[in-house]
């Protein structure tokens, strides 16, 4: 049996167990995915425990996306460009970071035939989540990306560290976007960050990060503005857990997402 484990806090809703039985079956492998939530003064030695006593491979989520990169050794390519890290697994007997939350929204665009190659792209939020995916995003090329939070330093931070990047201060409205992509955590708290219609042409496409519950306030928001194209992160959700598991098993497992996603 395979040990696998997600690090987080909270954990007790996410999906990742299912998900990666699911692509385990596909390989006839048999795993034990645990959920294990952890403090942030608990990360380290917990997270050196699961692989000191053979866990194969594990996931890191909110909020020690960020804090998991002083636990490893070495670090791919993009776990060091998003300076965030949400898969860990080991190699030549180092406990590697990576990042495929980037790369798994990527490829779920992809699927679902979302263009931001010279598109103009507007990200609500400056924090972990967004921090993730900017290097990924910024890899296909947009016209650029703008970002916009509520702590315009935090946006200036992240901008300053990517080219074809800009802040967008607040209410601005002087700018009309083809992808607009909620990064913030208020969905959480069954809210939206705002949303103005100036920001909104007939062709938008409206994504959340996040997924179930917590990506209704701002998708539904956006519909009331007569968006026609929005999705929540489910389908991120399980590209980027596909990518974790190539790292884990260097096998490409297929993905089946819900209707509609
Ligand atoms: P995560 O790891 O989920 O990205 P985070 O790093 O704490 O979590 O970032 C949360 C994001 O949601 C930030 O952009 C935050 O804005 P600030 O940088 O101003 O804190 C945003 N956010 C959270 N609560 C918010 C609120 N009540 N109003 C506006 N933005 C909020």
């Given at each position: 049996t395979y040990q696998l484990a997600l690090f987080g806090d909270?954990?007790?809703?996410?999906l990742s167990p299912q998900i990666h039985q699911g692509f385990a079956q596909q390989f006839g492998f048999d795993i034990d995915y645990q959920l294990i939530q952890v403090s942030a003064a608990e990360l380290r030695s917990r997270i050196n425990d699961f692989f000191n006593s053979g866990g194969h491979g594990a996931n890191i989520t909110i909020p020690h996306k960020q804090a998991a990169l002083a636990v490893t050794d070495q670090l791919t390519e993009r776990a060091q460009q998003a300076a965030v890290v949400n898969t860990l697994f080991i190699k030549d007997g180092q406990l590697w970071g990576d990042n495929t939350d980037g790369a798994g929204l990527v490829n779920d665009f992809k699927q679902k035939q979302i263009q931001t190659h010279n598109q103009r792209i507007l990200i609500l939020g400056a924090g972990g989540a967004v921090k993730g995916i900017l290097p990924a995003l910024l890899a296909t090329k947009p016209e650029h990306i703008r970002i916009y939070n509520r702590t315009i330093e935090k946006a200036r931070q992240l901008a300053a560290r990517s080219g074809n990047c800009d802040v967008l201060i607040?209410?601005?409205?002087?700018h009309a976007f083809d992808v607009l992509i909620n990064g913030t955590s208020l969905g959480h708290h069954g809210q939206s960050p705002p949303l103005h219609p100036?920001?909104?042409?007939?062709?938008t496409i409206v994504y959340d990060l996040s997924y179930g519950e917590a990506a209704q306030p701002f998708l539904k928001k956006a519909m009331q503005l007569g968006v026609t194209k929005t999705f929540a992160g489910l389908g991120m959700l399980h590209h980027q857990a596909a990518l974790a598991f190539e790292r884990w098993f260097n096998r490409v497992p297929k993905i089946t997402l819900p209707n509609n996603n």
């Open positions: 909270p954990v007790k809703h996410s607040k209410d601005d409205t002087t100036e920001w909104i042409k007939p062709h």
